[in-house]
């Protein structure tokens, strides 16, 4: 499985930026897409995750700011990012995580870097 983010840059606080995180490879019907981050010097934090069902999980730092949505046909998962805020600076991760055979798999994206200026 390989997965592809894009979509980070540099906006200014209170702005507006969408990722997108497109998956390739063997990937199951059933499976949660979601993004992290990590600043530096701090712990990888979960920031929101949709499952194929279409429920979701937000960090309560994000909740009313950020969006996640999912294409299932395209295995790809965006996160509509808007009231950005100097401490949503971050790299940002895109995971997938799927079942099978009572096993867990999970894949992380390369990366994209994310900057808000105060």
């Known amino acids: 499985v390989q997965l592809q983010a894009s979509g980070g840059g540099l906006v200014q606080a209170g702005g507006s930026l969408r990722l997108s995180c497109a998956g390739s490879g063997s990937i199951f019907s059933i499976n949660t897409m979601g993004w992290s981050r990590q600043a530096p010097g701090k712990q990888r934090e979960l920031v929101a995750e949709?499952?194929?069902?279409?429920?979701?999980n937000y960090a309560d730092s994000v909740k009313g700011r950020f969006t996640i949505s999912r294409d299932n046909a395209k295995n790809t998962v965006y996160l509509e990012m808007n009231t950005l805020k100097p401490e949503d600076t971050a790299v940002y991760y895109c995971k997938l995580h799927q079942r099978r055979w009572a096993k867990d798999y999970d894949y992380w994206g390369q990366g994209t870097q994310v900057t808000v200026s105060s």
């Open positions: 949709m499952h194929s069902g279409g429920s979701t």
